[in-house]
């Protein structure tokens, strides 16, 4: 598997792209994890868009939003962290976060940086550094932690 990373603006992002974005947004979120929410939230226009292409079926495959300070946080985040069925346990997600994690540095000049985070994946996000920051809360029916990593 030969995968291709991209980093976009929102403004930059081409309509595939978009689709392509979305597409499989609502193919994990949506379908897989039978969970119908809004998932166009206001916050796409002003991120930054962290792409992994599939070389042979040039789809998008793994996906992170990057978001500026004081948008859904005061510190940045990395939201909407996703991978397609067909990468998993291949390691993509590992390499999808950790790049994430530095494009968001060098975007935003360091800093601390927050998400919400499915509980079900505190250790996932713990091993990049994150750490639990308050109580769990119901997203969308789902259960959520907020999750910190000091810099």
């Not at 119908?36 to 796409?44: A, E, H, I, N």
């Not at 909407?80 to 950790?98: N, P």
């Not at 360091?110 to 509980?119: F, H, K, N, S, V």
């Amino acid at each position: 598997m030969n995968i291709n990373w991209y980093l976009k603006h929102f403004k930059h992002l081409t309509t595939t792209e978009l689709y392509q974005i979305l597409q499989l947004r609502s193919e994990v979120f949506v379908v897989e994890q039978n969970c119908p929410f809004q998932d166009m939230d206001g916050k796409d226009i002003v991120s930054y868009h962290y792409m992994g292409f599939d070389t042979a079926s040039q789809q998008i495959v793994a996906y992170t939003r990057l978001v500026p300070p004081g948008v859904s946080f005061v510190e940045a985040s990395i939201g909407r962290v996703v991978t397609a069925a067909s990468v998993r346990k291949h390691g993509v997600g590992r390499e999808l976060m950790s790049s994430s994690i530095k494009l968001l540095e060098e975007l935003f000049g360091g800093g601390d940086i927050r998400i919400g985070a499915q509980l079900y994946l505190k250790n996932f996000y713990g091993s990049f550094g994150f750490e639990q920051s308050g109580d769990i809360y119901l997203e969308d029916g789902i259960e959520h932690i907020e999750m910190v990593r000091i810099s």
